[in-house]
C-alpha cells in the first residue's frame, strides 16, 4: 500500500492550497483518511480527517479555514486551506487508517509535502 500526498508549495498569507492523497495497492477497507502537520521544532498534529461515511474532525486552528473531503471510489482524500497563515507553515503528511488484505488495520503515511506560508 503506497499514499501518494501532493499539492503543497509556497502560497502567500491569506492564498489557498489544495492537497490530495491517493491511497493504492492491495486495499480491502479504509476506516479513515486525513492529514497531519509538523512544523519545525514541534510535534506532529492533526488537522483533519475524515471516515468514509463522510464524518469530519477539524484541528481548533484550521477550523472554517480548512475543508476536508474524499472519494471513495478513487481512495482519495483532499484538503482545501484557505485564509493560509504562516503558523500554517510545516510539512503536511497525509494519513489512511486501512486494511491491506486480509491484514489487520492499520495507520499508513504518505511521504509528506511542504507548505510555506510566507510574503
Known amino acids: 500500500v503506497q499514499l501518494q500526498a501532493s499539492g503543497g508549495g509556497l ?3 491569506g492564498g489557498s ?3 490530495s492523497c491517493a491511497a493504492s495497492g492491495s486495499i480491502f477497507n479504509i476506516n479513515f483518511m486525513g492529514w497531519y502537520r509538523q512544523a519545525p521544532g514541534k510535534q506532529r498534529e492533526l488537522v483533519a480527517s475524515i471516515t468514509r461515511g463522510g464524518s469530519t474532525n477539524y484541528a481548533d486552528s484550521v477550523k472554517g479555514r480548512f475543508t476536508i473531503s474524499g472519494d471513495n471510489a478513487k481512495n482519495t482524500v483532499y484538503l482545501q ?3 493560509l497563515k504562516p503558523e500554517d507553515t510545516a510539512v503536511y503528511y497525509c494519513n489512511a487508517n486501512l486494511r491491506e488484505r486480509e491484514l489487520p488495520y492499520r495507520a499508513y503515511w504518505g511521504q509528506g509535502t511542504q ?3 510566507s510574503s
Do not use: E
Open 115 to 117: 507548505v510555506t506560508v
Open 11 to 13: 502560497v502567500q498569507p
Open 17 to 19: 492550497l489544495r492537497l
Open 81 to 83: 486551506m484557505n485564509t
